[in-house]
């Protein structure tokens, strides 16, 4: 069962190039999110999907975009590359059932990028 | 403002040895859950453990309990028996409401654990 994930593994793009994060979950849930993880810090919410052709801003959307037009696939991409994005990116989804472990979000292994 | 605090960056604990992780919440919202996640040198992030607010009892899942005290707003990892490869680090989470506000996660910055053996 493969569960979430994630491709790249990793990746260098130099600044002012642009890149899609590519995320596919195969648990048939309908909650999907995108965090990226800075060094030494915990996870911040970028953009999250309830649902198909449905997606809503994080924490931290500045120079992202997403889209959801399957259940399985939720994609980031990031346009006009900055450093400030060098960051490991994490890709989740839950099932979107109400209250107790299985509200539990499952992780992709994660994207190392790094802007030059 | 929601918000999630690990106050101890790094941790040591001796092989065999129970160890708690400390997480502390605030939220004005009375319905919530608090996870807490492993994440090894590899980066992948592991589901270790779930509280829902409402729950009675303190959960438990093999030797990770959660010590949760509403009142004070804390849900400390208790690790019990260590072994090397708990070395790791250790995020709480929290989140606010069920579904109608998507599911969304907040995180602490984390605490590093390391098992001497």
């Known amino acids: 069962n493969a569960g979430v994930t994630q491709t790249p593994k990793f990746r260098i793009l130099k600044i002012g190039q642009s890149m899609t994060l590519q995320c596919t979950q195969d648990?048939?849930?309908?909650?999907m999110y995108w965090y990226r993880q800075d060094p030494g810090m915990g996870l911040k919410l970028i953009y999250y999907?309830?649902?198909?052709?449905?997606?809503d801003k994080g924490e931290v959307p500045n120079g992202y975009n997403v889209s959801r037009s399957t259940t399985e696939d939720f994609p980031l991409r990031l346009e006009l590359a900055a450093p400030s994005q060098t960051s490991v990116y994490f890709c989740?989804?839950?099932?979107?059932?109400?209250?107790?472990?299985?509200?539990?979000?499952?992780f992709g292994p994660g994207t190392r990028l790094t802007v030059l | 403002a929601q918000k999630i605090t690990q106050t101890q960056p790094g941790m040591f604990v001796q092989e065999k040895e129970a160890v708690t992780l400390d997480c502390t919440y605030d939220?004005?919202?009375?319905?919530?859950?608090l996870f807490w996640y492993k994440q090894p040198s590899s980066g992948e992030m592991i589901f270790l453990i779930y509280?829902?607010?409402?729950?009675?009892q303190n959960a438990t899942e093999g030797r990770y309990s959660l010590n949760f005290q509403k009142a004070r707003k804390s849900a400390n990892l208790v690790i019990s028996a260590s072994q090397l490869g708990d070395s790791a680090m250790y995020f709480c989470?929290?989140?606010?409401?069920?579904?109608?506000?998507?599911?969304?996660?907040?995180f602490g910055q984390g605490t590093e654990l390391s098992v001497k053996p």
């Open positions: 989740a989804s839950s099932s979107g059932l109400a209250g107790g472990p299985t509200d539990t979000q499952y």
């Open positions: 648990m048939n849930h309908n909650y």
């Open positions: 999907s309830v649902g198909a052709g449905i997606t």
């Open positions: 939220t004005s919202d009375p319905s919530y859950g």
């Open positions: 509280q829902g607010s409402y729950d009675q």
């Open positions: 989470a929290m989140r606010e409401g069920y579904y109608n506000q998507g599911g969304k996660l907040i």
